[in-house]
C-alpha cells in the first residue's frame, strides 16, 4: 500500500492531498529515512510524521483496505510517540477543571507573560 494512502486511510490526515503534500514537505520519514509519497508500507514499519513541532512515531500493524472509523483505524498502527509537554511557548498552562484563578495567580501570570499583554488582556 502506498504510504499518503496507508496515512489517510488510518487518519493521519483528513485527506490524501494533505497527506501526500506533508511526504512531499519532507514531514514524514519512514524508517528514518526520507521517502516518497508513492513508497510502498509493510507491517513493522516506523513512520515518523512531523505535527506542529512535534515528532509522532507510528509503527504500522495492518494495511486496511479503504479507509475506516477512528475506532478501527487505531487498530491499524501502534502510537510510540512520547507525551507532548502542557507548555506552549514558555507560558505555563492552567489544569483542566481548577477553576479561576486567584488575584495573586492572575498577577503572576500577568508578570510572566509581560506587560504589553497585560495591558491588551484588559480591554
Given at each position: 500500500?502506498?504510504?499518503d494512502t496507508w496515512l ?14 506533508a511526504v ?100
Amino acid at each position: 500500500m502506498r504510504l499518503d494512502t496507508w496515512l489517510w486511510t488510518t487518519r493521519q490526515f483528513r485527506s490524501r492531498s494533505l497527506a501526500t503534500a506533508a511526504v512531499r514537505g519532507g514531514h514524514v520519514r519512514v524508517n528514518d529515512q526520507p521517502v516518497k509519497a508513492s513508497y510502498k508500507v509493510v507491517p513493522g514499519d516506523l513512520i515518523k510524521v512531523r505535527e506542529q513541532g512535534f515528532d509522532r512515531i507510528i509503527e504500522v500493524v495492518s494495511l486496511p483496505p479503504k479507509r475506516l472509523g477512528a475506532p478501527l483505524a487505531r487498530e491499524c498502527y501502534i502510537d510510540h510517540s512520547p507525551p507532548r509537554p502542557r507548555f506552549h511557548g514558555g507560558i505555563p498552562m492552567r489544569d483542566p477543571g481548577s477553576g479561576r484563578p486567584t488575584k495573586k495567580e492572575r498577577r503572576e501570570l500577568e508578570e510572566l507573560r509581560g506587560k504589553e499583554w497585560a495591558k491588551h488582556s484588559r480591554r
